[in-house]
């Protein structure tokens, strides 16, 4: 990933629609999880600013180990507290076989060129121990890559196949796979597709602040969708893809 953008991240996530909103609806497909694992042992490969990991350890309790290529994330992560920190890459993870409850990879395969991104699989469900949890998201649909998605150095998006395909090779029995970021796309399209080509706009950061009253509208969009997805339904298409898959 860009390193310009962790701290756009450090600065946004606690509070901007999206990541409240993409949580919210993490939360929801998770909450389940937590009450077999209560005291799992967890990784999240590409942990980012380890603001995620913290969260999900103070809510579930769980035994968080971030993971994170980039020194500039890791260094906001020992500022939040985390310990145990590791760098090092996805597809290639410094840990034995058989070693976590869950991992998870919060958009982080799509940073990999196109034909590496299996290695990243393989290496989750390596670590996992048998009947251990892999919870997979990724950017959804070529045709939604934006000016953001070039900032970000996003190499490539997913479809629902494509995912699902990448997790069964590396043994890997999908559970459930849903579009997230749903009631949006159409929004999204028209900025991605038509205002930001006509205006000629250059890579930029997405993740810059906006109106109080535009960030409540948004995040209304995805606190529906997380009761919706949270009553197990599911919606034809989105801008990302969660993925939950048993080894």
């Known amino acids: 990933m860009n390193p310009a953008e962790f701290n756009n991240i450090a600065r946004s996530e606690r509070d901007f629609w999206w990541y409240r909103g993409m949580r919210e609806i993490l939360f929801r497909i998770l909450d389940p999880i937590a009450k077999a694992k209560p005291a799992a042992r967890v990784l999240e490969a590409g942990c980012g600013t380890g603001h995620l990991s913290l969260t999900l350890g103070e809510r ?103 995912l699902l395909d990448a997790a069964r090779r590396a043994g890997l029995t999908p559970l459930r796979c849903a579009y997230l970021n749903s009631i949006l796309m159409p929004v999204a399209f028209a900025k991605f597709r038509i205002w930001e080509p006509l205006t000629n706009a250059a890579p930029a950061s997405g993740v810059e602040p906006v109106s109080g009253w535009l960030d409540r509208i948004l995040y209304s969009a995805l606190w529906l969708e997380s009761r919706w997805l949270g009553f197990g339904a599911a919606f034809p298409a989105g801008q990302s893809l969660l993925l939950i898959a048993r080894k």
């Open 60 to 162: 579930y309790g769980w035994n968080m180990i971030p993971l994170d290529l980039g020194r500039e994330g890791l260094e906001f992560a020992r500022g939040y507290g985390l310990d145990r920190l590791v760098q090092a890459n996805a597809g290639a993870l410094p840990f034995g076989d058989a070693t976590f409850d869950l991992a998870l990879s919060m958009d982080v395969i799509v940073h990999f060129e196109p034909g590496q991104e299996q290695s990243a699989f393989d290496e989750l469900s390596r670590v996992l121990l048998p009947g251990g949890l892999a919870v997979i998201r990724v950017s959804a649909l070529d045709i939604l890559r934006s000016r953001h998605s070039e900032f970000a150095h996003e190499r490539q998006r997913f479809t629902k196949r494509r």
